[in-house]
């Protein structure tokens, strides 16, 4: 019964190739786009990860992807965001780590996903994508898209 409901809400939200027009999506939903982006949770976990490594090697450098149907999402702290989120560590003033999760879970939110949508015009899924990546990646981290 579980599996039944499980596959008949996968088919309610086909995915959509990264060629095709996001406004044309059934329905208008467009929360199955945000899904292409790390999770909060995969977000920190790139971060501590990044921590553990600098700390065995520094010259580590480990880069963390999400795959999608529309393509491959790579993500991960920079060289110099890594040193400034260990160097600020614990100052709950400035915690870049905090901000990095929360602004990457921000951007893959409906609201920003349409948002976005309607600044690019009618764009096709997999620019709607690289925008957000770009929306939420800075000197401290990075995201970038490449479509299938």
């Not at 086909?14 to 945000?34: H, K, L, T």
């Not at 096709?124 to 800075?138: P, R, T, V």
């Amino acid at each position: 019964m579980l599996a039944t409901e499980f596959y008949r809400r996968i088919w309610d939200v086909e995915p959509y190739p990264a060629d095709y027009p996001a406004a044309a999506i059934a329905g208008g939903n467009v929360q199955p786009i945000g899904f292409a982006l790390p999770s909060p949770t995969d977000v920190l976990s790139s971060l501590e990860l990044s921590q553990m490594l600098l700390a065995l090697d520094p010259a580590s450098n480990v880069t963390d992807s999400v795959v999608g149907p529309y393509g491959l999402v790579t993500y991960g702290a920079t060289a110099a965001g890594l040193k400034t989120i260990i160097y600020e560590n614990g100052n709950p003033r400035d915690n870049v780590a905090q901000a990095i999760v929360t602004r990457v879970a921000i951007r893959r939110m409906a609201f920003n996903i349409a948002s976005t949508m309607r600044e690019l015009g009618n764009p096709l899924i997999g620019k709607a994508i690289a925008e957000i990546c770009l929306q939420a990646s800075d000197a401290d981290y990075r995201l970038s898209f490449t479509p299938f």
